[in-house]
């Protein structure tokens, strides 16, 4: 067999995998997002998915919603996939970089995308297009420059399977003394 396998996935499904298997991450019993932020090079930059902040235990901060001015809301605490993306970085600055996050920026999360230089968001849901903070983002993104679009999956999953690196392995044989 001489001839390259042609069943691969693409770039945009490969790195939105990347932010869905992030979100697996998250201890948010309600909504789990990840972020994955590539260069040009469709080299991984960074990585995030929401959940405390170092140093506050997840165990002893809330994870209930509540109202925003109720101080066990988790809303007061929580920091968002993207954010830590950034902060996660692997390199100098994210400048130019694309972003891939299952759920449309919220208003805090666009002013970082835009201050870090972010020059695309790519996101698999946009679930929230109605809430004020969703509108105000995709305004400021507009105003920035920054494109956004949804992204089309070519498979609806993905799936990982820990034992197939064990497929197709030849059977040994023993070496001779």
Not at 50 to 77: A, H, I
Not at 87 to 115: H, R, S, W
Request: aromatic share 10%; charged share 25%.
């Amino acid at each position: 067999m001489n001839k390259k396998r042609e069943d691969y996935i693409n770039w945009s499904d490969y790195f939105m995998s990347m932010a869905f298997l992030a979100a697996k991450r998250s201890k948010d019993p309600v909504t789990q997002v990840g972020a994955c932020v590539v260069n040009d090079e469709n080299k991984v930059v960074g990585l995030g998915y929401n959940g405390m902040p170092t140093g506050c235990s997840d165990d002893e901060f809330p994870w209930s919603k509540g109202s925003r001015q109720d101080l066990d809301n988790k809303y007061l605490y929580v920091c968002h996939a993207e954010m830590n993306a950034i902060l996660n970085k692997n390199t100098k600055d994210v400048k130019g970089c694309t972003m891939y996050v299952a759920l449309f920026p919220c208003n805090e999360c666009a002013k970082i995308i835009t201050q870090s230089g972010i020059k695309e968001v790519v996101y698999m849901s946009d679930k929230y297009a109605h809430k004020v903070e969703t509108i105000a983002s995709k305004r400021m993104f507009d105003a920035a420059g920054i494109k956004y679009r949804q992204h089309i999956p070519e498979s609806k999953q993905i799936v990982i399977d820990f034992s197939e690196i064990n497929w197709n392995q030849q059977p040994s044989t023993p070496l001779k003394k």
